[in-house]
């Protein structure tokens, strides 16, 4: 059974992520599970998510999914700003919730650091050079 789709494709905020995912070496995006991801061999981001026992939690409906550092976990998650998923948290991914925040006031440049991280937690090592080369 296919999973409805949950996000919305007009998302002003899902655009901003879709070009920060995008611009990465090798990046691709596939709709899995009802929402966006980015990945190259592994998945790096999700827009979108759900908090344990409540799949339809404001906060994580619009979100950045990423996996952080190990060493920058614990400072991210005294942030009320972010979140531990449903599914991919006890793995410590994080979420950096989009809810109640216009396109203008995100720090892009956050989101962006944070979907670096990921990436380079994630791709393959000859991705990595070819990004660290730009």
């Avoid at 990945?39 to 908090?51: C, D, E, I, P, R």
């Avoid at 720090?107 to 393959?124: H, Q």
Wanted: proline residues 6%; glycine residues 8%; charged residues 25%.
């Amino acid at each position: 059974m296919a999973h409805p789709q949950m996000f919305r494709t007009s998302d002003g905020h899902l655009e901003r992520v879709r070009s920060i995912c995008l611009a990465l070496p090798g990046a691709a995006e596939k709709v899995t599970h009802g929402r966006p991801n980015f990945f190259t061999t592994k998945v790096f981001a999700v827009f979108g998510g759900s908090l344990k026992g409540d799949h339809l939690a404001p906060v994580a409906r619009r979100a950045l999914l990423f996996l952080p550092d190990a060493a920058e976990r614990e400072a991210l998650v005294t942030d009320e700003r972010f979140f531990v998923p449903a599914y991919v948290g006890p793995s410590g991914w994080l979420g950096l919730t989009f809810h109640d925040h216009d396109v203008a006031e995100v720090d892009w440049g956050e989101v962006a650091e944070l979907v670096d991280m990921s990436y380079r937690n994630t791709a393959p090592a000859r991705l990595v050079r070819e990004l660290d080369a730009r």
